[in-house]
Every structure is written in structure tokens, then in C-alpha cells.
């Protein structure tokens, strides 16, 4: 059983920052990947940004120069810096971890981000 606690969600104005964390405890597997899905009101959810243990990482385009993920391995926590944010990015942020061979997945409970004009 994996757990997955996210943290940093708000409300900021347009233009703002925000940086999400999320903590995964339980059976971690040493190789995974973790990262961040969004889903706005209305839609499907959809990828952010996922990294790797290795360090390798993808982001969704609409935030690429904007957002970054790091991860610390040593804590299983990954987080996700988002600046220059814009109304279009708010949404439940959810935290996701992936693995094993058959890519099991898990998923926070989400954490609202919302951005006004």
C-alpha cells in the first residue's frame, strides 16, 4: 500500500507562484516515477510534469518555462514550483506515483489550486 499527502494548494492572483508538495509513505519502490496530473472543473485530468528516480522528467507544454518538479529521493517527495501562473491553471492537482513492472498506480487526494484574474 502506497500514501500519497499533498500540501501547498491556494488561491493566488494571476502572475503568482505557488509550490506544490506531495509525501509518499508505504512500500516505495527504489526505481519509480512520480509527478502531478490536473484536472479543471469540467475535465478529464490531464499530465502536468513527471520526473523519474533517475531524474528524467516531462512536462505538459503549457508548462514548460513555467513549472518545475525536483523530487528528494531520500523522502520520497516530489514537488512542483509553478510561477507565472495564469487562471487556466487552476484545477485539483493530484499527486502520482507509478511501479513495479506493471506500473501500479496511486493517487493523492488532490489539492485545489485556484488562480484569479
Keep these: 500500500q ?3 499527502v499533498e500540501s501547498g ?3 493566488v492572483q494571476a502572475g503568482g507562484s505557488l509550490r506544490l508538495s506531495c509525501a509518499a509513505s508505504g512500500n516505495i519502490y527504489s526505481i519509480n516515477t512520480m509527478g502531478w496530473y490536473r ?3 469540467g475535465k478529464q485530468r490531464e499530465l502536468v510534469a513527471t520526473i523519474t528516480s533517475g531524474g528524467s522528467i516531462n512536462y505538459k507544454d503549457s508548462g514548460k518555462g513555467r513549472f518545475t518538479i525536483s523530487r528528494e529521493n531520500a523522502k ?3 514537488y512542483l514550483q509553478m510561477n ?3 487562471p487556466e491553471d487552476t484545477g ?3 499527486c ?5 513492472v ?3 498506480a496511486y493517487w493523492g487526494q488532490g489539492t485545489q489550486v485556484t488562480i484569479s484574474s
Design 76 to 78: 520520497n517527495t516530489v
Design 84 to 86: 507565472s501562473l495564469k
Design 39 to 41: 484536472q479543471a472543473p
Design 2 to 4: 502506497v500514501d500519497l
Design 102 to 104: 506493471r506500473l501500479m
Design 96 to 100: 502520482y506515483l507509478a511501479q513495479g
Design 92 to 94: 485539483v492537482y493530484y
Design 9 to 11: 494548494g491556494g488561491l
